[in-house]
């Protein structure tokens, strides 16, 4: 273990020299065009009105790894936390989970990542949900669906854990798996059952705040999908209003530090070459965060892996409503 966190420390200090060396820029803002028009939903003003919605987050595995690693401007010797998480939530048509998280075969899985992305991508402490809800006394039957939102390793890797479960992602995104495979961060042994109930995730042209498509889940405007670009093909990301007046924003893996919207800010330039099908597109989708959240300061953005935030608004048992 101690072999492994030394080998990740050289990794980071080399990767961050390189790229230093390499005069890489920070995201350039004024480079990037005009993004859509917000298209406010009315039924946001009268909260109280949405549909009696409230989620939590598990956390199924962690690491730490310096900001500088994480994302461009962070600060070397800040250690930051990274969650492999999965959010839960309930609502009165139906369970559902936004990703899950490491699985309980994991362990013999992750043997398949590629040599030199295995130190990057080293976890501790899984702990699959499928085992919490058990210690939990929860069902895991009650879960009808998981909505994927990506298909890499770290969000797909607890679906075979919950066989009568549909599976949702995009048509591209499954292109993309069965494409690339193990060279672009998937497992495809995590999702190679013949019994996985696959669903296409299709979005309606229906613009919802600065994104030109959406999918209201339960069509009552407490859940919408929104599509996300670049970080693997065809990725999802999710509002949830609350009809306390909270508004929570999942981006998945387009960032995986919430300062990188803030800032905003890239991944480092190479590891952004590793993991991101698309570079110039997910600095699209960084920079339309951005500007969200110039507009709704109090919208609380979470990147799957910030565990920093998954930490501020607190982990299972905790329900937030
Ligand atoms: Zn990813």
């Not at 050289?10 to 820029?25: D, M, R, S, Y």
Request: glycine share 8%.
């Amino acid at each position: 273990m101690k072999l492994k966190i030394t080998f990740s420390a050289i990794l980071a200090v080399l990767l961050l020299v390189f790229c230093t060396a390499l005069g890489i820029p920070k995201l350039a803002v004024s480079e990037i065009p005009e993004l859509e028009k917000l298209s406010k939903d009315p039924r946001l003003e009268n909260p109280s009105g949405l549909s009696k919605l409230k989620f939590t987050i598990f956390k199924t595995g962690e690491k730490k790894a310096s900001s500088a690693f994480i994302f461009e401007g962070g600060p070397l010797f800040h250690r930051k936390q990274i969650y492999h998480s999965v959010v839960f939530v309930e609502h009165p048509k139906g369970t559902f989970l936004f990703d899950s998280g490491l699985g309980t075969q994991i362990q013999e899985q992750y043997k398949d990542h590629r040599f030199y992305v295995k130190p990057m991508v080293a976890y501790q402490n899984p702990n699959p949900l499928v085992s919490q809800l058990k210690a939990n006394g929860i069902d895991s039957d009650k879960i009808g669906d998981i909505v994927l939102s990506h298909l890499h390793w770290d969000h797909a890797g607890g679906v075979e854990d919950f066989p009568k479960a549909r599976i949702w992602s995009t048509e591209e995104g499954r292109r993309h798996l069965q494409e690339f495979g193990v060279q672009k961060g998937y497992l495809p042994k995590q999702l190679d059952s013949e019994n996985i109930i696959w669903k296409n995730l299709g979005f309606s042209s229906k613009p919802y705040e600065n994104y030109s498509k959406s999918l209201d889940w339960f069509g009552d405007g407490s859940v919408v999908f929104v599509p996300m670009e670049g970080h693997t093909a065809g990725d999802i990301g999710m509002f949830l209003n609350l009809p306390s007046g909270k508004r929570f924003f999942f981006t998945g893996d387009i960032t995986w530090a919430k300062e990188g919207f803030e800032i905003p800010s890239h991944r480092t330039r190479l590891l952004r070459s590793i993991v991101d099908r698309d570079q110039e597109l997910v600095g699209k989708e960084i920079y339309r965060v951005h500007s969200l959240l110039k507009v709704y300061p109090n919208l609380e953005v979470i990147p799957a892996h910030d565990g920093e935030v998954i930490d501020r608004l607190g982990l299972y048992p905790h329900w937030t409503e």
